[in-house]
Every structure is written in structure tokens, then in C-alpha cells.
């Protein structure tokens, strides 16, 4: 079953329409993605989907709207993690506000959410909205486990990780990282590089 992740953006903050494109097309540039990539719609977009699709949402949108976009998730829960963190990325980098909408995430609070500065507002950081179980990324030859920071706490009475880092697993080997998209790039490197090996 497919599912859909939009998003729109409402206040480009100090970055300029091109900026986000950019930054949009660079982050969705370094993973492998289950179906489409991430993109988003702007002002500095020249095709056509992408025009059309940003004038067709600024009409059903109150409000200002400077850019939009959608991802569809095809059995991959690691596409709809980097969705939310490229724009995680992209808000902390030029400020700004953004919408994600989810209506499928398994995860109530994380249907929908609004992101200013790279955190979510209402006062909750991401790492207590996220799940505390393992999601797991599979692949042809083997599955990625992903720990997100607070499994530690929850699941083992332990302290949880500093803030933000990523703990994962793949065939016997664990690793961390500062956040999701570095771990999932480390531990999608050590997977290339054990099937190279094999």
C-alpha cells in the first residue's frame, strides 16, 4: 500500500526560494529511495509538474505558500523518517516554517507537525515525539535496524543517547550517528561495502 507525506512550506525564514529547491534536490540526492525522491515545488522551479502543482496547492491554501511537495512511501518507514528530517535539515539551515502532513504515520503525533528553526513547535523536541522502537529498513540481502534516541531509555531502563543520535545495526555490526540521515548514509555505506566483500 502506498502511502502520502506532503509538505509545504510558508516562510522561507533567510533562504530564498532557490535555496530550498537546492537544498531539497541536494539532501534527497545523497539516499536511495523506495519509490520518488523528495522535491519541493517553488517560485525557482521551471518545470511544469512542479509550477503547476505549487499554483493548484496555493489555491487551496489560506495563507502564504512558498513551495510544496509530496513523497509517496511504498513499504519503507526510512523514506517517511528522511522526509521529516531533510526538513528538520533545511529549517535549521535558513529558518522558515514548514507543514509535514502524514495522515497514514503509524505514529499518532507525527501526522502532523510543524517545524520552525528545526524543531517542532509546540514546545516538544522531535526526540520525544519520534517512536522509541526499532524501525527496521529492509533490503535485498539483509535489514538495516535503526534505534531512534529514545529506545535506549524506554526499552532498557538505560539513559537515553544524547540528543539526536541514531544508533544502528546490520549483520552483527552496530554504529551510531549525530542523526537519522547520517546513520542511515554510515550504515547504507557499511551495507554496500559488506556486499562488495561477500
Known amino acids: 500500500m502506498i502511502r502520502v507525506v506532503f509538505y509545504r512550506v510558508g516562510d522561507l525564514g533567510r533562504g530564498t526560494a532557490g535555496d530550498w529547491s537546492e537544498g531539497t534536490a541536494r539532501l534527497a540526492a545523497q539516499r536511495e529511495w523506495r519509490h520518488d525522491p523528495m522535491w519541493l515545488a517553488t517560485d525557482a522551479s521551471h518545470g511544469l509538474f512542479e509550477m503547476e502543482y505549487l499554483r493548484h496547492a496555493r489555491l487551496s491554501t489560506a495563507g502564504p505558500l512558498l513551495g510544496a511537495g509530496f513523497v509517496r512511501i511504498q513499504g519503507d518507514e526510512t523514506d ?13 539551515r535558513f529558518g522558515g516554517r514548514v507543514q509535514l502532513r502524514d495522515e497514514e504515520n503509524p505514529i499518532r503525533k507525527l501526522r502532523a507537525l510543524e517545524l520552525a528553526d528545526g524543531a517542532p513547535l509546540g514546545g516538544r523536541s522531535l526526540d520525544e515525539l519520534m517512536v522509541a522502537q526499532p524501525i527496521r529498513k529492509r533490503l535485498p540481502d539483509g535489514v538495516i535496524t535503526f534505534y531512534p534516541p529514545r529506545y535506549r531509555s524506554v526499552a532498557r531502563g538505560a539513559a537515553p543517547a544524547p540528543a539526536g543520535q541514531w544508533r544502528f545495526g546490520l549483520s552483527g555490526l552496530r554504529a551510531a550517528a549525530p542523526g537519522f540521515l547520517e546513520a542511515e548514509a554510515e550504515a547504507m555505506r557499511m551495507y554496500r561495502s559488506l556486499r562488495a566483500i561477500a
Do not use: G, H, P, R
Open 80 to 92: 517517511a523518517l528522511a522526509v521529516l528530517f531533510t526538513l528538520v535539515a533545511l529549517t535549521q
